[in-house]
């Protein structure tokens, strides 16, 4: 007789000599990986009593029996949502399917973006990008009122995401934005704030302004696009100059 065979035919003698919980759980999980049949359910039971509702429910899952396990998971939902714990109510609301009280929860609780998420999935763009807005997840809401063909509501929304991008140093992102929706000065303004003047200087020269793109690129030591400007300006010292620096 195998030793799998002695544990199946000794298996509630064994269980019941396990005096902790811990080693009543042990010994279950290895007695499943022997595919002994009545470990799965009998561990199950041991969860549920010990208040692991979570690892019951997922066990029942793993065992095929999805209708066992949605009805743990409904007590699981009933335990966290009496103890006021929003964001657990939610996620448990969510995998459920109760996409409404998912969000409510996740609202009540303040987790703006995930409550923000769900109303975008259930089609509520005016409350997604209100939530959006909460999380402070400005390009998301911009998103979703640029898709639904609300420009102006994008547009501020976006310049919001610009500023917060900029008081957060992140520079080259909050000025690809900015010429994203066509505020090509703002993104100028910060890039010299910055200090690239080279980049700004790449806009200036964008928007056909010379003379301000040719100190810009000096101002960053990229004496040769100066130089190539001051040709054009036709002012010739200048050219000379840079002409000068550039091969230093």
Known sequence: MSIRDQVERQFDEIIDSIESVEGKIEFLKKAMKASIARAGPRLIVIYESGGMLEEAAKLAKHLNDPERSLTIYRRLYEQVAQENDQEEAGRIAYYLGWNEKALDHYEKGEKFQKAAQIAEGMKEVAKAIELYEKAGWYD????????????????????????????????????????KIGLINRSIEIYQKGGQFGQ??????????????????????????????????NKMPQKQYYELLSQL
């Open 140 to 179: 998301d809401a911009a998103r979703l009122a640029e898709e639904t063909g609300q420009k102006d509501k994008s547009f501020k929304l976006f310049t919001r995401q610009i500023d917060d991008l900029e008081r957060e140093g992140m520079i080259d992102e909050a000025c690809k934005l900015a010429e």
């Open 200 to 233: 700004a200087g790449r806009l200036f020269e964008m928007l056909e302004k010379y003379q301000e793109a040719m100190l810009n690129y000096e101002r960053s030591g990229l004496f040769e696009e100066a130089r190539r400007l001051a040709e054009k300006l």
